[in-house]
């Protein structure tokens, strides 16, 4: 799960971490009056859980009062498109208002669970601000690393190395150090999955602050840190996915236009193997799960059908622990409730075949029998591209 910068911040506050004061705004005025309470120059910044934002226009540097005001009018209900968030952008609801910082250098400071390694690694480069990715890809020795031993924790000397490193000069190491420091501790005890500081500004001053904050959390662990649980904005989430959770089902959003919907997570992966290699991209993964019943499966067909990218879609079940028969019952009434618009696949293989194909055909849907998978995923293409 991720949060929003604000959040991140105030998470981090919390640890010592250094960064600039600021506020959350859900309105214009509200952003008015931060602005005019944290004084001059200020920052307005969009938040919507992708980077990017300088560069679509939402963030901007304001100096006094109208200039604050004209900012948050532009950036609240704007569509933000970044490289994160797709073509489609993001709608902004909300704002952080922010004191300004007058900046000499921007690092990068990055802190991931490496799967690799198996161990939390740091990463940090003198190329802050412009985009990680751009940098890993150009020039990778720009990007330094700290693999920390869990039994031991991140060693003092781990930072003094990445700070003198970046070139930072012995007081600024220090401070380094307890930034570093206060990062850590709040990546392992809140179950951190990445946190990313870009930049972490080393002020006029000489003050190392972190701009930016964007952090992510192990799914895995939210049960035990209730206060992070509520930060969860749905707003942020794919609403299909969203509704797929509530019904404890293993669903993720694709691109593509062939809506799959299987039971079991090898059957699904190939599922969508068989569907790409007939041509065609799936719209989504989903894995009913074995003990699903018929409330299950249509709600995991509602989601199906809510998808306007869905032009086909491609129902292949191996019935074992789910049966037939039920797979078939869940789809009926979901497509009764909704309303069934695109052209249906089904392959169906394993226990009560027969009556579930019978329950199929009884209900007067308009159903592409497939006798086997690869036969399933060309005609669901084949159908998609009819549409
Ligand atoms: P991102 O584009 O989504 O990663 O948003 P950031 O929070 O990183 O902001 C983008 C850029 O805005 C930063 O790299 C800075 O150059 C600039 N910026 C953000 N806050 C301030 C500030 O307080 N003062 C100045 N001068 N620039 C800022
Ligand atoms: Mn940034």
Redesign the pocket.
Known sequence: MNVH?HQGKDLLRRYGVAV?EGRACFTVDEAVAAAEALGF?C?V?AQIH??????GG??K?VKDVAAARDAATAILGMTLV?HQTGPKGRLVKRLLV??????AR?LYLGMVVDRGVGRVTVMASTEG?MEIEEVAARSPEKILREIVDPAVGLAAYQGRRLGFALGLDKEQVGKFVRFLGGLYRCFTECDGSLAEI??LVVTEDGDLVA??AKMGFDDNGLFRHADIRELRDTNEEDARETEAAKHDLSYIALDGNIGCMVNGAGLAMATMDSVQGAGGEPANFLDVGGGANTEKVKAAFKIILSDEAVQAIFINIFGGILRCDVLAEGVVEAAREVGLQVPLVVRMEGTNVEQGKRILADSGLDIIAAGNMREGAERAVAAAGRA
């Open positions: 910068e600039p120059p920052v910044k992708a980077g990017g934002r300088g560069k939402g963030v540097l970044t922010e004191q300004g910082c007058r900046i921007e601000g870009n930049p701009l930016d």
